[in-house]
């Protein structure tokens, strides 16, 4: 079955580029039907959807992170990866990757998730 | 867009069953049958347990059931175990973005 594991930078300094990838394994993202996405989930709070990424470059963002996440795709690495720009403390969060079999309907496999924390 | 409504907190004795709901608008929850539900035991990733508001993936236990009434949806859990004990989550598509829920933490007594 599909795997997904997160890989980044634990800690990243305030007004910094947080940078993360999602490896995927048993599944190719280039074979399509399926989106990628990001969803973070801050200390001891609820999930937040970040944006979604099909394998053409097709992407999707949550509103209410202004432009601030960039998501792209390496389909020859089998990977698909998150920027966040200009981080500040209420960036700190554990950061998940997950599939999604079509746009918006649910979220089947996740990865393990990878805290983040901003912090100078 | 501000995240669905569920209650904090939800318990149960082992054996009975338990209803989280999950309140949206007519933008959401109403709009699309496309309502999911993940449980997330602590320090571990959500797992999906409803989606399309009452599909079960397979390997889900028929325990765990869904269904949505206008603008709010509701997860049931029958005969409750003490490995239900945990968080969850519902989510909704919108034509602009996906929304999770507040969260509710279940108690088994």
């Known amino acids: 079955q599909v795997q997904l594991q997160e890989s980044g930078p634990g800690l990243v300094k305030p007004s910094q580029t947080l940078s993360l990838t999602c490896t995927v394994s048993s599944g190719s993202i280039s074979s399509g039907g399926y989106y990628w996405s990001w969803i973070r989930q801050h200390p001891g709070e609820g999930l937040e959807w970040i944006g979604y990424i099909y394998y053409s470059g097709i992407t999707y963002y949550n509103p209410s992170l202004k432009s601030r996440a960039t998501i792209s795709v390496d389909t020859s690495k089998n990977q698909f990866s998150l920027k966040v720009s200009s981080v500040t403390a209420a960036d700190t969060a554990v950061y998940y990757c997950a599939r999604v079999p079509a746009r918006g309907t649910r979220f089947d496999y996740w990865g393990q998730g990878t805290l983040v924390t901003v912090s100078s | ?109």
């Open chain 2, 1 to 109: 867009q501000s995240a669905l409504t569920q209650p904090a907190s939800v318990s149960g004795s082992p054996g009975q069953s338990i209803t989280i709901s999950c309140t949206g608008t007519s933008s959401d929850v109403d709009d699309y049958n496309y309502v999911s539900w993940y449980q997330q035991h602590p320090g571990k990733a959500p797992k999906l347990m409803i989606y399309e508001v009452s599909n079960r993936p397979s390997g889900v236990s028929n325990r765990f059931s869904g269904s949505k009434s206008g603008n709010t949806a509701s997860l049931t859990i029958s005969g409750l175990q003490a490995e239900d004990e945990a968080d969850y989550y519902c989510s909704s598509y919108t034509s602009s973005s996906t929304l999770f829920g507040t969260g509710t933490k279940v108690t088994v007594l």
